[in-house]
């Protein structure tokens, strides 16, 4: 197994560290890309991505690079099932997992468009059995990771129970049951907690199950056929299955209930449907410009600046270009999306096998296209 974080060109890859930016997005600031890719530029992607796989052992990739609201290049390669070798297509639903807080952040937008919700709102004037010692943590806290819930990863003696099923009053319970990190607003801590939390809001908002607000309100009005949240016991026959390496063969990754990702990852989504959202998102058919820029706004916490948005994190390329992204991962799969706001430029990677280099991909795929 290649664990290397390195790209071809022998520099670090982004998802090294969270705080660097991507060598991909960096080259990006340098130079304008065509709106078509060249015959060669086709080929060179396809040899970095069967570079890699065989290197790495991944068992399949999906690509996408989208300009200015239309895909440039779309492919899939590999299997979706390397046990049965069933191969990989472009409408191959992955779990998309921490991709998935954009979408949840998105739906907490609609809402506030909607006139139901302000994002300032305490959470409790939505949430019921919210501990009076958690008072106040608002909306937008939950959004910038900066209200102190704990994540459930660093809970105790749970990690056996993700592959049990686990209900929205047990999850409830069991945040409520564990005292804040700190107090709302003075620091930033990452959790997947604060966005179950949101994805109860928009039911208990909109009175819908949080998988059909997400259908009627996004996945229908985009066409992005293949997206939902994942059900208990996925048995869609289409879906890419989750990999683990072992020693130097592939094996189906151990299950985990998708009712522990829910609102924080659990959305499952083909390369063809991310690259109708990020036409939506580049063409603001779902949000308008203001209120998406409300979702790209950096946030700060005691004072600080936080390094992200609202689902989205945020950073600049050497020339100040602004960019945002968010990195996915879980037992697997691994994912990325990569935006260029300026240059309305996104590549977006999928990965089924855990750590599946996607962030690796897509610094090298970047470099290439712009060198």
């Known amino acids: 197994m290649n664990a290397s974080t390195t790209t071809r060109n022998g520099k670090r890859s982004w998802f090294a560290s969270i705080c660097l930016v991507p060598l991909s997005l960096a080259c990006l600031c340098a130079a304008p890309l065509a709106q078509e890719l060249s015959d060669q530029q086709i080929e060179d992607i396809a040899a970095i991505v069967e570079s890699r796989m065989e290197t790495s052992h991944l068992a399949g990739v999906a ?3 989208v300009k200015r609201g239309r895909p440039i290049y779309c492919e899939s390669f590999g299997y ?8 990989l297509r472009t409408d ?6 921490s991709i998935s807080k954009q979408f949840a952040a998105t739906c907490i937008m609609l809402l506030a468009v909607d006139g139901k919700i302000d ?4 959470i409790s004037k939505h949430l ?3 501990p009076d010692t958690w008072s106040p943590i608002t909306i937008r806290q939950l959004m910038a990771h900066t209200a102190g ?8 003696n749970i990690r056996a129970d993700y592959q049990l099923d686990i209900g929205r009053a047990d999850m409830l319970e069991l945040i409520y049951g564990h005292p804040l990190e700190f107090e709302p607003g003075s620091k930033f801590s990452y959790s997947n907690c604060g966005y179950t939390l949101l994805g109860c809001i928009v039911e208990s908002v909109s009175g819908m199950d949080y998988a059909e607000f997400l259908e009627q309100r996004i996945f229908s009005v985009l066409g992005m056929k293949n997206a939902r949240l994942e059900p208990v016991q996925n048995e869609d026959p289409l879906r890419a299955i989750g990999h683990d390496l072992d020693g130097q063969e592939l094996r189906h990754s151990t299950y985990n209930s998708p009712t ?3 609102a924080a990852g659990g959305i499952v989504a083909s390369i063809e449907d991310m690259a109708k959202w990020d036409a939506a998102v580049d063409g603001n058919q779902l949000l308008d410009a203001k209120a998406q820029a409300v979702l790209w706004a950096p946030q700060q916490a005691g004072g600080q600046p936080t390094g992200f948005g609202l689902g989205w994190k945020l950073t600049r390329g050497p020339d100040g ?3 945002v992204l968010h990195p996915g991962g879980k037992p697997g799969f691994s994912t990325i999306i990569a935006r260029l706001l300026e240059d309305r430029l996104t590549i977006i990677v999928l990965s089924n096998r855990t750590e599946g280099h996607s962030s690796t991909l897509l610094d090298e795929i970047g470099s290439l296209l712009l060198q």
């Open 260 to 262: 522990w990702a829910f």
């Open 128 to 130: 019921s059995g919210v």
């Open 92 to 97: 191959t639903p992955f779990q998309l997992a």
């Open 63 to 65: 690509v996408c690079v």
């Open 119 to 122: 994002l300032d709102d305490d």
């Open 321 to 323: 270009k602004r960019f």
């Open 80 to 87: 979706a099932d390397c046990v049965t070798k069933r191969e």
């Open 149 to 156: 819930v704990k994540d459930y990863t660093t809970f105790e």
